[in-house]
């Protein structure tokens, strides 16, 4: 399914103007975005596309998917473990950028928190459907997808879709 990108807001953080990577973590709640795609940018290369449509949002922690994978790299005040989750991604990112330092990072949020879901009632059916748009896109335009794009989500079994307005027709809603 193709996403109308023009819907969708977007903007940018900026890592290098940030002290410390749970920054992420503040911008993404002061803007309220709860569910998004998002793509990791060293220089002018797209290192990683990924998404985010899960309710870390319900207790209180926005953006923290770009958080785990920004934290891992270079040139924070403080380190993560390696044990932490985004490592692995993050570590094949050095592998193709060795000096990759999160002054040069900049991350691309497209904020599909008040996009008109047609199921409202599982947004990440079309936030996934984004992040597949970004990565043919990309991979249209480069022959291959991001090297932080370590699995191609692409292909993970499909989920059959019910719409809103379907439900609605089916169900009785008090």
Avoid at 107 to 115: E, L, R
């Amino acid at each position: 399914m193709k996403i109308n990108v023009n819907q969708i807001p977007t903007f940018a953080i900026d890592c290098s103007k940030l002290k410390n990577a749970c920054e992420i973590k503040s911008i993404m709640k002061r803007f309220g975005v709860k569910y998004y795609c998002y793509m990791m940018m060293y220089q002018k290369d797209t290192m990683k596309i990924g998404m985010s449509a899960d309710n870390d949002w319900l207790r209180g922690s926005y953006g923290e998917r770009i958080y785990r994978q920004a934290f891992h790299v270079p040139g924070w005040p403080t380190r993560p473990s390696k044990t932490t989750p985004g490592f692995k991604d993050v570590q094949k990112l050095m592998e193709f950028w060795p000096t990759v330092n999160k002054n040069d990072v900049i991350i691309k949020v497209f904020d599909m928190t008040n996009y008109p879901f047609q199921c409202e009632y599982n947004p990440s059916l079309e936030v996934g459907d984004l992040e597949k748009d970004l990565l043919d896109l990309y991979e249209h335009e480069h022959g291959c997808l991001p090297a932080g794009n370590i699995r191609d989500e692409r292909k993970s079994p499909q989920k059959g879709r019910v719409t809103s307005q379907m439900f609605d027709t089916l169900f009785e809603i008090d």
